[in-house]
Each structure stands twice: as C-alpha cells, then as structure tokens.
C-alpha cells in the first residue's frame, strides 16, 4: 500500500473540501441558514477567472484580483438580491431561495460560457513534483492548497477573535436581536458574510477546476462532500471543519484503495454514524435551538 | 410517509399507462404528404450533455444536402429538432409533441441511452421507424424491436477489439482498466474480459469509477501499484481528463486506451491541456481531415452552410446516423409507406457512407459491430492505427 501517497492525496483533497467547507460555515454561522448556491457562487467566478485569462489574456494574479473582488460583489448582491427581500423568512424558505439562486447561477454560466468542458490550470508547474519521503509525491497543487487553506484560515482566526467586525458577526449569530439593539448593523454583518464566504468559495473553486475540468455544473459533487466535511465538523466550527475535511478526503482515499466501488459512499456512512453519536457534528459547542 | 409515496408512484404509473394506451388507440397525423416527409430528432442543446447535441445538428446538415439537391423523389424533409436537456422525461414530451401534433414519420438519432430507453416502447406501438439511436445499448436491437434499426456499435464490441490490439499490437502483458460504473462501463469491462479470456490473461487491476466523481487518486495509485502498462478506460470526457491529471501528478504513465465516446481529439486535446496526446481510442466513424470524396463532400456542404460548427465526430456523426434513413426513402421511391420503409431498411447490406459497413435484416438491427483504431497526435490531430475491424467474439450475431 502506498501509505505515504495515499496520506498526501487524501489530506490534500481534504483541505480543499475543508476550505469550501468554511465558505459553508460562515454562512451558516451568521444566519442559520445552509447556502446552497454556494457551489455554483464559485463555479461562477472561477468562469470569470477562466474568462479574464482567455478572452482578455491578462496575467494570472490580474485575474485573481479580479475574480476575488468580483465574488465578493457576487456574494454581497445575492444576499441583497434574493435573501435580503424576503418577508420574515424561515430558515426552510431562506433555503429554497439559495436553491432558487443556484440554479440561476447555473443557467446563467451555460448561457454565457455553454456546457462544454473548458480547461482551466493554476500557474502550477504540474511537471515540477517533491519527493521528500521515497514513494511519496508532494504536487505543486497540494502544496499550494496547504498554504492557501492554512492562511485563510490564520486570518479568519484572527479576524473573528480580534477585530470589532469579527466579535459582530459572532454577536450576531448568537443572538441577532440583542445585537441589533446593541448597535451592531445585522445586515451589513450578512452582507460581509456573504462576500466572505463568496471569496472562499471562489479560492477553493478554482483549485477544484484545476483538478478536473471547467463546466457549469463541476461544483456539484465538491460542494456535497464540503457540505458532508462541515456537518461533521459540526457546521459552526471553523477549525472543526478543516478537520472534517481533512478526515472526508483521508478516509475516501484509504478506503478507496481497497474498495474503489465504495469510495463515494463510505465517508457518507461515517458521516451518518458520527452523527448517531454526536449529532451536532465532532466539534459544535452549541446546538440548543434558540427560541 | 412510505406508504404514501407507493401511492403517489402507482398512481404516476397508472395515469402514464392510461395516456399512453389512449394515445396508442387514437390516430395518429399521417408522416409525410405529397411535398415533405417530416424527420424528428431529440438532443440535449442545453444543460450539462450539450457537447453531445452536436449530433442533432449534424443530421440537419444532411437534409440540407438532401433538399438542396432536390429532396428525396420530390419530397423536401422537414425537420424537426427538439432540446431534451438529455432528460428521459423531457425526451418522453418531445416525442409525443412531434408524433402526436407534428405527425412525425420517421426519427433519427437521438442522443443518450436512458433518454432513448424512455421512448423506445412508445415509438414501436405507434409504428414510427427509428433509426440509428446515438448511443449503444444492446437493449435497443435484442430482444428484435422491428421499427428501430440500430448502427452504433456496442460497447462490449468496441472494447473486445480494443484488447485484441493492445494485445497483438501493443504486445502489453499487464493491463488495467478504469470504468464508469455503469452500463457503458460494465459493458466495456465485459468485452475485455471477454477477449483477454481467449489469451488466458486477465487485467491485473480493474477499478471502476462513479459517474460524479472527481477526486481520483486513490484509484489512479491502485493502478500504478498494480504495475499496468495498458489502461483502458471507460469514462466520460470529465473524468478522463482528471485521470490523465492526477496520474501525471503521480509519475504514472501507462499507454492510455478509451471508446469512441473520447475520440473527439480536439475537444480531448484541449480540456486535458494537451494530455490527450498519445491516447488511443476507437472510433466509429471517419476521422475529421478524411480525404474519401464523401467527407470532403459533406465537410465542404458545412462550411458553407453552417459555418458556425465546429467539424467534429459528434457533429458529422449526426450525418452518418441519417444516412441509411436517406438512403433508405431512396430505395422506397415515390410509394412511400411505414411497410415499404422497413423493407427498404431490412435489406441493407454491407451499405457504408462515413461509418463502418451496416448491415440490416429481418431478425438483426444491430446494424454493425466494427470500430476503428486512431491514436491522438501532436496537435490533436488523428493517427490511423487500423481501419475496420469487426468483432470475431460478438454472441449476438451467431
């Protein structure tokens, strides 16, 4: 068995799911609600990203500049757009509009870019690979998702424990009443946790694409196995969802050497029986319903 | 909630058997009349199969043709080309609009194996002639359909030439195969199978692959273990090109083989960032810069008709399918009838146009089992490996 390769690959894998995973999570720990446009949110601006290095032929950081600003505004729009409108929304009718949004993200990205693949790459050497252990290689791609997973997720850390921004979204998802007597514009808060989450998802996209191919509907199958990481990490918890990530894409890969045909499923069942367990997934601290 | 579910099923189930028989019994809107015969096709033009709906356009392309050269004995073809998104359900409503309101003869192509599947009970109660679905599925001809006339050759065969060539040509003893766990793919594993059985070997790996799926790599390690020096994979176009990807990643670099569903080089060479290169596939028809007086004929016909095309083996592979319906009114002469066209169709013999040699008779509609051989070249460009070649261990012809 190739224990070291398999270890590379499944953490590697899983650190993408657990970076979408967060883009997930900071939208669930806003506003209770499970964005299911989220996948589709960075579908498209990967397109856009695609679009910039094609059509335009700008250098790839222009283009990342771009896109990044380009799914926050995306973010923030949908949010404004379609959530924000809704008269005293429940959670199930906040949800179906993220489904309503998703497939119009969807139709959207076929009509403009049509349904065939497109290749899309990183300024990835992928020729250039590490060998540090015999039997063990360490991909460009692996090694910028380990970095890339690793800062965004320094900056949240501090973002949420130290500025006033941050202490405000968590003001909010506690308790959205008191803290808009408290001062705290809720709104604005959902605007920026939107955009945020936007960002992440865009990041985590394009490093999916690179992976696979580009086409409208290539986000689907990542966002379930993000969406799977973040309920086992427990959907509020931002390090538990890195965790869970990176045990989704461990246990598919090690199961999945010996029984490929169970791959797809078996991180599904751990899910499950975790959940029988702890039902708020491994590393919620809350999961009263608040009155 | 189960219980309530059945019910709402069997009464889905016995509303659709209601429509369907009451629309059997009603008559139906004659084919054709003295100046058009009307000629219906389904194919995703939207939505996530949309590559493949070239095939529907392509057909078009050659009733074009057909009518600019004045129609078929002074009959023009109307044709009628409906969007299904590759959906059994919308194919099933496409249909009937065409069949029930159009009054469409005859149907040809038609992308998709489930979307086919939906319709194919459907179109034989009504007596419409079908030919050349766009897809291989042994169900279609076996048991005997006597209005549907299949050219598509099967997976199983496909795959059973493939691994005598990687065999006797390739001379690999150690090979491996990557399939999509489906009926295209269980199929393709059968026909290696079969084949590498007549050689006593066996592949030393055989793994397959969801259809979603996108992360590969434990499977790409599963075969780079098993030390495969020829991998065959039954994939569709997502998934070979993260294959190729993650087994570049991973210094494993066997003589990829695949179908002809993957013998679209330039779209291959251009989604896989030029990894295609050096792949092997079948082929089912001609390749794209043929030089045969009919390619050069129909390739000349879509520059100026339909510019805006790309010329690949999807698009013109809605021409070969068309052609034996054609070819077929031909035959019939001004006389035309459903009866007269089945017959026309059932005396087909060794007929080639762009495709293998078909042959069609009273008890067979599996129209032909022969494939080429191409490999991808710099470029994107085709390699001629071996020209038609039909399957010695194909069961359903004896």
């Known amino acids: 068995?190739?224990?070291?390769?398999?270890?590379?690959?499944?953490?590697?894998?899983?650190?993408?799911?657990?970076?979408?995973?967060?883009?997930?999570?900071?939208?669930?720990?806003?506003?209770?609600?499970?964005?299911?446009?989220?996948?589709?949110?960075?579908?498209?601006?990967?397109?856009?990203?695609?679009?910039?290095?094609?059509?335009?032929?700008?250098?790839?950081?222009l283009a990342f500049v771009i896109t990044m600003v380009f799914s926050i505004l995306l973010g923030v729009l949908i949010e404004y757009l379609f959530l924000r409108p809704a008269k005293?929304?429940?959670?199930?009718?906040?949800?179906?509009?993220?489904?309503?949004?998703?497939?119009?993200?969807?139709?959207?990205?076929?009509?403009?870019?049509?349904?065939?693949?497109?290749?899309?790459?990183?300024?990835?050497?992928?020729?250039?690979?590490?060998?540090?252990?015999?039997?063990?290689?360490?991909?460009?791609?692996?090694?910028?998702?380990?970095?890339?997973?690793?800062?965004?997720?320094?900056?949240?850390?501090?973002?949420?424990?130290?500025t006033k921004l941050g202490v405000a979204m968590r003001a909010t998802q506690q308790?959205?009443?008191?803290?808009?007597?408290?001062?705290?514009?809720?709104?604005?808060?959902?605007?920026?946790?939107?955009?945020?989450?936007?960002?992440?998802?865009?990041?985590?996209?394009?490093?999916?694409?690179?992976?696979?191919?580009?086409d409208p509907a290539f986000m689907m199958e990542?966002?379930?196995?993000?969406?799977?990481?973040?309920?086992?990490?427990?959907?509020?918890?931002?390090?538990?969802?890195?965790?869970?990530?990176?045990?989704?894409?461990?246990?598919?890969?090690?199961f999945g050497f010996y029984w490929p045909s169970w791959k797809p499923i078996v991180a599904f069942i751990v899910i499950i029986l975790v959940l029988c367990v702890r039902p708020s997934g491994l590393f919620a601290k809350h999961y009263v319903k608040k009155v | 909630m189960k219980f309530g579910k059945k019910m709402v099923i069997s009464l889905f189930a016995a509303l659709t058997v209601l429509t369907v028989a009451s629309i059997a019994q009603a008559a139906l809107p004659a084919g054709f009349d003295d100046n058009e015969i009307r000629i219906g096709q389904w194919g995703p033009q939207t939505g996530p199969a949309a590559p493949?709906?070239?095939?529907?356009?392509?057909?078009?392309?050659?009733?074009?043709?057909?009518?600019?050269?004045?129609?078929?004995?002074?009959?023009?073809?109307?044709?009628?080309?409906?969007?299904?998104?590759?959906?059994?359900?919308?194919?099933?409503?496409?249909v009937k609009e065409l069949v029930e309101r159009q009054g469409v003869f005859a149907f040809v192509g038609g992308v998709g194996s489930a979307t086919g599947m939906a319709v194919k009970d459907y179109l034989a109660a009504n007596k419409i002639v079908w030919v050349s679905p766009s897809a291989a599925d042994k169900e279609f001809t076996q048991p005997l359909n006597p209005y549907l006339f299949a050219q598509y050759p099967l997976y199983k065969d496909e795959a059973s030439i493939l691994a005598k060539y990687i065999v006797e040509k390739l001379k690999?003893?150690?090979?491996?195969?990557?399939?999509?766990?489906?009926?295209?793919?269980?199929?393709?594993?059968?026909?290696?199978?079969?084949?590498?059985?007549?050689?006593?070997?066996?592949?030393?790996?055989?793994?397959?692959?969801?259809?979603?799926?996108?992360?590969?790599?434990?499977?790409?390690?599963?075969?780079?273990?098993?030390?495969?020096?020829?991998?065959?994979?039954?994939?569709?176009?997502?998934?070979?090109?993260?294959?190729?990807?993650?087994?570049?990643?991973?210094?494993?670099k066997p003589q990829w083989?695949?179908?002809?569903?993957?013998?679209?080089?330039?779209?291959?060479?251009?989604?896989?960032?030029?990894?295609w290169e050096g792949v092997i596939t079948g082929a089912f028809s001609e390749s794209p810069d043929s030089k045969s007086p009919l390619m050069t004929k129909y390739r000349d016909a879509a520059k100026r008709l339909t510019p805006q095309e790309r010329?690949?083996?999807?698009?013109?592979?809605?021409?070969?399918?068309?052609?034996?319906?054609?070819?077929?009114?031909?035959?019939?002469?001004?006389?035309?009838?459903?009866?007269?066209?089945?017959k026309a169709l059932n005396s087909f013999k060794d007929y080639q146009t762009i495709g293998p040699k078909v042959n069609w008779t009273e008890k067979q509609h599996q129209g032909t089992d022969s494939v080429q051989i191409l490999k991808c070249g710099p470029g994107a460009s085709y390699i001629m490996l071996q020209d038609w070649m039909t399957n010695d261990l194909a069961t359903w012809k004896k």
């Open chain 1, 1 to 61: 068995m190739p224990f070291g390769q398999l270890l590379v690959e499944g953490l590697a894998i899983g650190a993408c799911y657990g970076l979408f995973a967060t883009a997930v999570v900071i939208v669930y720990k806003t506003s209770e609600v499970v964005n299911f446009a989220q996948g589709e949110m960075a579908m498209f601006s990967s397109f856009v990203a695609f679009h910039i290095l094609t059509v335009y032929q700008w250098p790839f950081w």
């Open chain 1, 88 to 162: 005293h929304p429940s959670i199930l009718g906040m949800i179906v509009i993220t489904l309503g949004a998703e497939m119009l993200l969807m139709g959207l990205a076929g009509w403009k870019w049509g349904a065939e693949q497109k290749f899309f790459s990183l300024p990835l050497n992928p020729s250039v690979t590490y060998e540090p252990v015999k039997g063990m290689i360490v991909t460009n791609w692996a090694i910028a998702v380990f970095a890339v997973a690793s800062v965004i997720m320094l900056l949240l850390y501090v973002f949420f424990k130290y």
């Open chain 1, 175 to 214: 308790n959205k009443h008191a803290a808009k007597i408290m001062g705290i514009r809720t709104e604005r808060v959902f605007s920026i946790a939107w955009g945020f989450s936007s960002l992440i998802g865009a990041v985590a996209g394009m490093f999916f694409a690179s992976r696979a191919t580009l």
């Open chain 1, 222 to 254: 990542p966002f379930l196995r993000a969406f799977a990481a973040a309920v086992l990490g427990g959907l509020m918890s931002i390090p538990g969802v890195i965790i869970g990530g990176g045990l989704m894409g461990l246990i598919e890969n090690f």
């Open chain 2, 52 to 94: 493949w709906g070239s095939v529907a356009r392509g057909s078009k392309l050659l009733f074009d043709i057909v009518n600019e050269e004045g129609g078929i004995h002074g009959r023009k073809i109307k044709y009628f080309l409906r969007d299904d998104m590759y959906n059994p359900a919308q194919t099933v409503a496409v």
């Open chain 2, 172 to 252: 690999t003893k150690k090979i491996g195969m990557l399939y999509q766990n489906d009926a295209y793919g269980k199929d393709g594993l059968e026909g290696v199978k079969e084949r590498l059985a007549t050689y006593k070997m066996s592949l030393v790996a055989e793994i397959p692959v969801e259809p979603t799926e996108k992360d590969f790599a434990s499977q790409i390690l599963r075969l780079k273990n098993s030390g495969a020096e020829t991998v065959l994979m039954y994939v569709s176009p997502t998934a070979a090109v993260i294959t190729l990807k993650t087994a570049a990643n991973l210094g494993f």
């Open chain 2, 257 to 275: 083989v695949s179908s002809n569903t993957l013998s679209d080089y330039p779209l291959m060479f251009k989604i896989s960032g030029g990894l």
């Open chain 2, 311 to 342: 010329w690949g083996v999807f698009y013109y592979a809605g021409i070969a399918f068309a052609d034996p319906l054609v070819e077929a009114l031909k035959r019939v002469g001004r006389n035309l009838s459903t009866d007269a066209l089945l």
